[in-house]
Every structure is written in structure tokens, then in C-alpha cells.
């Protein structure tokens, strides 16, 4: 094992598919010579030069349309957008374009290829380069939506991405990019679909994903060092596909179910997990499944105002608490 | 918009070989027919929702299809029955596909504006303005880094020269060279708008090649020996490495911009104008002022109509999909799940 940070996870994953694969190209704005605004694919545009790490113009259009275009006549493109909010420029590509055309071609096309994209809050960019979008991506059937956690999953799960036959929105989360945790050496592969219990406890269960999993791990150590109430904490990984069958017994397991959203509320990830378990386990629950998202207002810029909004361990805490007391005092 | 003396090469008929040419009229032929055809099946209301036909811009499509490989790709727009048929497509599922028969391209799953046939080149048809210019950018790249020689042509209507991914697909196939064909087919309107009236600049496309380093190419649409000559020399130059072009055809659709236009909006003298331009009309009479008989023609054009009456008679025997197909290919697996 090494340590590695999120971001050399991130280009640690794209070397070895690189190698492995040379079909598998990289491209996007500042992603080759300057090895991303990011630095998360810092070496790779010296180890396999300028034929296949390219710098794109600012064409967000044209980036996703030639990742698409590659994708069907043979490459493995992984194309970088630079800030998921930039998205929205080219959401025709990944909603219309990238999602349908193998549904609308009846199979004839298609498209093995990766959006990579830098998601989240936390550096404190405001309402324009903060957002946490990963729902919008869920919403669309036909992409498969990966938001890694840790370092070991940001390249575990990447490389399976870039190896899957299908295409796959990465959210890489821009607040753990400095995160350095041990990562497997040599091939590393994660399958997508498959929830991660990192924590296991007997009250409640947590279901976190991305920059809200270390969150959560720290609100479950205070709830239970303090205040005596026994976690279990689930990193989703991945939300298309959905692991529901570990969601689904982890919940049923302790019949208090808390999702800890980065999403605005309206419509993020967690209603649709808190849907399933609500409809399929109903009789498990102890109570009302709790969602702890940031509320539905744009991010703001200002240090103190963004930590207002976004979820914190503090108020994951004080949520589980609130939300036991009451359910105690009824 | 009458049709420019500048607009180039003047044809050069006696360059192509007979065979050529006669494939030429037959494809304009078995264009035309067909989208008749599909007229017809839309009034008996035997195609549902909707169909833009390319009746009276068959030359472009004939005159690039001649032109190309068997293995270069088309790129083609919601307007695209034409192009798909001069790749190879059959009719029968072409009129399948629009019918939803079982026959169709694509079991009914895409509809006529997204006609697909992989095995014919022809990369999928985009029903979003402008959107597969840069998708053909991205094929042409395949192609080049793959070093098979492939060209992507992407053929759009001169509405999509306003929209934001022809600017990036232009931009990127320039810096990156790329083996790639921008052909626009200016048929004047923008759906019910004239193209002049929402345009800075009097050609859409052509005008627009100098921001991107590229050669000013306005040529006759209608005539398919123009166009087959302009299509054969961009694909040499993208061939060997010349990097992408882009060829505005001055054209005219006959119909409206979809089955609910009657198109009154255009002045009857245009029109009519362009009638007397129709290309398959114009091409007949060139190919029998050059000596070809006119028992041949007739004989292409009596085996297209016998082919075409069998493939709607059997596009109309075809089944429609099975119910299930609805919930088939979301994923490489075949399947739709989205969780476990």
C-alpha cells in the first residue's frame, strides 16, 4: 500500500488504464500540459504525450461531442470538464446525446467513455463552480453516475469506469482532492454498483456519499462518544447503478435511516434511495427516513455562508439527535 | 436567393465515369420516390408523428454518397432520410423505422429523426441543432489517431451555422486537422424563418470558413455531379492529411420544414424558381444530353418504383416491436436496470 493523494489517485487510475489500453485517450481544458486546473492528471501528458493527452479549447460542446464521436468508432475517450456547474453548457451531450443514443440506435452505438468532472463545495468559488450536481446526472437514464470518497476508490473506481462498456459521469470531489489515505499498488479495480459499509453500528444508519462520507464517519464517532448512539455509515460509491440491496438490508437492520446530501434537497440523490427503502422495507422503519442535504438555495461564496449551508458534522449530529429525542419524546 | 455565379466548380460531368453518374441518378431517384412514398404512408397515417423530408436536396446526398468509402462516416440531422438512403440503408427499413415496425432500422426505437445504420457508415441522425458536428469531429479524430483513412462528413442546414457546436466543431476539427467534411445544405429557411433574416453574413456557412482557416466553398446543391466533384476532392485532402473542409450546397427543400408546414411562408416566384431547378429533373436531361438512353433511365426508374412498392408492402406485413423492446438496450448489457 502507498499513500497517495485523491488527486494522484485520479491520474494513478488514468495511467494504468493508459497503459493497459491504448485506446483509452484524455483530453479537456488545461488537462495535458498543465496537468488540470486540478493537478489530477499532473505526469500523464509527459508519459504519453500530445497524440493522446490533449488540450481542448474552451468547448465544452465540442469536448463531449468528440468524446462521443470517439467513443463509437473505437476509443475509450475520458474527457474532463473542468467544473461540473460547466455541465450545464453541454448538458445536451450527456442528457440527449451520450445517455439516448445506444436506446435510440437499438444497440447499434455504443459509447465506452468517461465525463470527469470536478464537483462540490468547499473552496469557496460561489454559486458557479461549487455545485454539487451529481443528481442532475442520476436523472437521466443511460448514464452511470460514480462519486468516489476516498483515494482508493478514486482510482479503483475510475479505472473501472474507463473500463466499462458504457458511459460513466466521475465526480471527482474538489474539497478531498488533498485527502492522502493508502491505496492499493499495482492493478487496482472497484466495481461499480457496490455500496462500501465503513462503519458499522446498531442505532441509525447513515448513507453518505462523496465529500459527506468523512463527514459523516466524524458524526458518527461523536455520536457515539458522546452521546451513546451507534452508527452505521454507508458510502453509496456509485448512483447509477444503485447498490439497494446493501442499502436496503443495512437500513432494515436498524430502522433509522439518515442520507447526508451535498445536493441541493429538491430532488437529490437521497429522495430516490429514501423512495426505494420507504416502499420496499416500510415495516422495518422506526421512523421517518431523514434527509440532512444542503437547503434549496444557490452556494454561496463567503467562507462562514458556504459552511452554513452545506451539511456538517455538527448538524448531522444535531440532526440524528433531534430526530431520536422527538421520535423518544412521542 | 438565386443561385451565385460564384458559386464553383463548375461541373465537370465529362470527368465522371458513366457508371458513377448513372449511380448518381438512380440514388436521386430512389430518394425521391421514397420520400414521396413516405408522404404517402404520413397521409394514411401509417407514419406517426413526424418526418422532415429532403425532397428536392437529393443531390447532395447522392453526390456525397458516390463520393465516399464504405467505411467513412455519416453524420447526418433530423432532415436525413436522403443521406441514409445513398449510404446503402434499404428502403424497407427506412420506411420501416418511420412506420415503427419491427423492419426498421432501429425496431422502431429511434423514429425518422434518428435514422442509424452502422453497417452503411451512417453514425446516427441528431434531432438537436447543430449537436453532431462536434460528434463527427470526435469520429474523424477516432480515425485519425487510428490512422484507417476514415472521413467523418456531417451534413447540417443552414439554420445550425447559428448555433454555438458548429463554432466548437469547426474550431477543434481546424486546430486539430482533423479528417472531417462540414457540409452544409442551405435550403434558405431556418424551419419557417429565412436564413437571411437571422444571419450577420449572406452565406451561413461559407462565410464563416475564414474564423476557422478554412477555403470558401459555395457550390450548386442541386446539381450532383458539383457536388459528387466537391465531395471527392474534400475527402482526397482529408484523406491524406489536409484537415477538414466545409461545403456550403445552395439547395431547396420542395415541402415544408416538417409534415405540419405547409411552407406558404416562401414567395410563389422562388419557388417556382426552384422547381425549374429540381435536380433529379436536371440531372435526367443532362445524362440524356450526354447520350445515355432514355430506355435506360426509364428502366432505373421502373426497378426503383417496383423496389420500393415491395418494401412498403412489406414494411406494412412487418409486425410492430415486441412490447418488451421498450426496456431493452439502455446499457451495453442489453438491460435498463439501474440498481440491484
Known amino acids: 500500500m502507498a499513500q497517495l493523494s485523491y488527486r494522484d489517485a485520479v491520474a494513478a487510475a488514468i495511467a ?19 496537468g488540470g486546473v486540478f493537478k489530477t492528471t499532473v505526469g500523464l501528458f509527459e508519459e504519453f504525450g500530445p497524440r493522446r493527452v490533449k488540450d481542448t479549447p474552451i468547448s465544452e460542446l465540442a469536448i463531449l461531442g468528440a468524446a462521443m464521436g470517439a467513443a463509437m468508432t473505437g476509443l475509450r475517450p475520458v474527457a474532463e470538464i473542468m467544473f461540473s456547474d460547466f455541465l450545464a453548457c453541454c448538458w445536451d451531450y450527456v442528457a440527449n446525446e451520450i ?4 436506446y435510440m440506435s437499438d444497440g447499434q452505438i455504443s459509447l465506452p467513455l468517461v465525463i470527469r468532472t470536478a464537483n462540490g463545495a468547499g473552496s469557496r468559488f460561489g454559486a458557479q463552480h461549487s455545485q454539487s450536481v451529481e443528481n442532475w446526472a442520476m436523472s437521466v437514464p443511460g448514464l452511470k453516475v460514480v462519486a468516489p470518497s476516498s483515494p482508493a476508490d478514486a482510482k479503483g473506481l475510475l479505472a473501472a469506469a474507463i473500463r466499462d462498456p458504457d458511459p460513466v459521469v466521475f465526480f471527482e470531489h474538489k474539497s478531498l482532492l488533498a485527502n492522502k489515505a493508502e491505496v492499493p499498488e499495482g492493478e487496482h479495480v472497484e466495481p461499480l454498483g457496490k455500496a462500501k459499509v465503513l462503519r458499522e453500528g446498531g442505532d441509525i444508519t447513515v ?26 455509515v454507508i458510502d453509496v460509491r456509485s448512483l447509477v447503478p444503485l447498490d439497494a440491496k446493501t442499502l436496503l438490508a443495512e437500513s432494515a437492520r436498524t430502522g433509522r435511516v439518515f442520507t447526508v446530501e451535498e445536493n441541493p434537497r429538491l430532488c437529490g440523490w437521497g429522495a430516490e434511495i429514501a423512495s426505494v427503502i420507504q416502499e420496499e422495507i416500510f415495516d422495518a422503519l422506526k421512523g421517518p427516513i431523514v434527509r440532512i442535504t444542503t437547503p434549496h438555495v444557490p452556494l454561496p461564496a463567503a467562507d462562514q455562508l458556504e459552511d452554513a449551508v452545506v451539511p456538517s458534522v455538527a448538524r448531522i449530529v444535531a440532526e440524528v439527535r433531534r430526530t431520536l429525542d422527538s421520535r423518544r419524546a412521542a | 436567393m ?63 454518397a458516390a463520393a465516399m468509402n464504405p467505411d467513412d462516416y455519416s453524420f447526418c440531422t433530423y432532415r436525413g432520410h436522403h443521406h441514409t438512403l445513398a449510404r446503402g440503408a434499404s428502403m424497407l427499413s427506412v420506411l420501416g423505422e418511420l412506420m415503427g ?6 425496431k422502431g426505437k429511434g423514429g425518422s429523426m434518428h ?23 470526435g469520429a474523424a479524430w477516432s480515425a485519425q ?19 454555438g457546436a458548429f463554432h466548437e466543431a469547426l474550431n477543434l476539427a481546424a486546430v486539430w486537422k482533423l479528417p472531417v467534411i462540414f457540409c452544409c445544405e442551405n435550403n434558405l429557411y431556418m424551419e419557417y424563418t429565412p436564413i437571411s433574416a437571422v444571419t450577420a453574413v449572406k452565406n451561413p456557412a461559407a462565410d464563416r470558413a475564414a474564423s476557422y482557416g478554412l477555403e470558401r466553398q459555395v457550390i450548386d446543391g442541386n446539381d450532383a455531379d458539383i457536388v459528387y466533384s466537391a465531395a471527392r476532392d474534400a475527402l482526397t485532402k482529408a484523406r491524406s492529411g489536409g484537415g477538414p473542409s466545409l461545403i456550403e450546397c445552395l439547395t431547396y427543400r420542395h415541402s415544408g420544414h416538417s409534415r ?40 432505373i426508374e421502373s426497378e426503383v418504383m417496383a423496389k420500393l412498392d415491395r418494401a412498403t408492402e412489406a414494411a406494412k406485413a412487418s409486425p410492430t416491436p415486441s412490447l418488451e423492446s421498450a426496456m431493452t438496450d439502455v446499457w451495453a448489457d442489453g438491460g435498463h436496470a439501474w440498481r440491484n
Open chain 2, 2 to 64: 438565386s443561385l451565385t455565379r460564384e458559386a464553383h466548380p463548375a461541373h465537370r460531368s465529362h470527368e465522371i465515369p458513366e457508371a458513377t453518374r448513372l449511380r448518381l441518378f438512380q440514388l436521386q431517384v430512389e430518394i425521391r420516390y421514397c420520400e414521396k412514398r413516405a408522404y404517402d404512408l404520413f397521409l394514411q397515417n401509417l407514419v406517426k408523428g413526424t418526418s422532415h423530408l429532403a425532397l428536392g436536396q437529393e443531390a447532395v446526398a447522392a453526390g456525397f
Open chain 2, 101 to 106: 415496425r419491427q423492419c426498421g432500422l432501429m
Open chain 1, 16 to 34: 494504468q488504464e493508459m497503459r493497459r489500453d491504448e485506446r483509452v485517450v484524455l483530453f479537456g481544458e488545461d488537462t495535458a500540459a498543465a
Open chain 2, 145 to 163: 489517431y487510428r490512422g484507417t483513412k476514415q472521413v467523418a462528413c456531417a451534413f447540417f442546414g443552414d439554420g445550425a451555422t447559428n448555433i
Open chain 2, 260 to 299: 405540419a408546414d405547409p411552407a406558404k411562408y416562401r414567395p410563389k416566384e422562388e419557388l417556382e424558381e426552384w422547381l425549374k431547378r429540381d435536380p433529379v429533373t436536371l440531372y435526367r436531361a443532362r445524362l440524356l444530353a450526354t447520350g445515355i438512353a432514355e430506355a435506360k433511365l426509364a428502366q
Open chain 1, 207 to 232: 448513507i453518505a456519499l462523496a465529500a459527506m462520507v468523512p463527514r459523516a464517519l466524524k458524526a458518527a464517532e461523536t455520536l457515539a462518544a458522546d452521546h451513546g448512539i451507534s452508527a452505521t
Open chain 2, 115 to 137: 435514422l442509424t445504420s452502422v453497417a452503411h457508415g451512417v453514425m446516427g441522425s441528431y434531432a438537436i441543432v447543430g449537436a453532431h458536428l462536434p460528434i463527427a469531429a
Open chain 1, 99 to 102: 445517455a439516448k443514443t445506444r
